[in-house]
């Protein structure tokens, strides 16, 4: 459907984009062929790209999130009193101050954090 829309662009001959060399016509640098601009001026082009197409240009593949195995902290949970979470960190603000560490008691998945 888009490509309907943006045919006025393209040669008919052989398909290449048409170049605008004057006020009046233009012309396939391909084939020479040329196009009154009556066909084509006033004419609003507007598409829409996907993430899917941009993935597929490039070549890019979608990697499949996997679980990653959270390292374990001996930390006394505040809830039920067990010593042993699951740890991660994030950046959570700028560069220059340090990072937030999260904790999830194994026992009873209590979470808290650390700043």
Known sequence: MASS?????????????LTLP????????LCKTLRDLKDIR???IS??????DIR???????IEEQKVQLSKVNKKCE???HDEA?????????????Q??????????????EN
């Open 5 to 17: 829309r943006l045919d006025f662009l393209f040669c008919h001959l052989c398909g290449t984009m």
């Open 47 to 52: 598409y829409t790209i996907y993430a899917e």
């Open 42 to 44: 006033d004419k609003e």
């Open 79 to 81: 809830k039920c009193g």
């Open 86 to 98: 699951n740890f991660y960190t994030r950046q959570m603000r700028s560069a220059d101050e340090g």
């Open 56 to 62: 597929r240009e490039l070549g890019i593949e979608i």
């Open 22 to 29: 004057s006020s009046e016509y233009a012309v396939c640098p």
């Open 100 to 113: 937030t560490t999260f904790y999830t008691c194994t026992r009873c998945g209590h979470q808290s954090q």
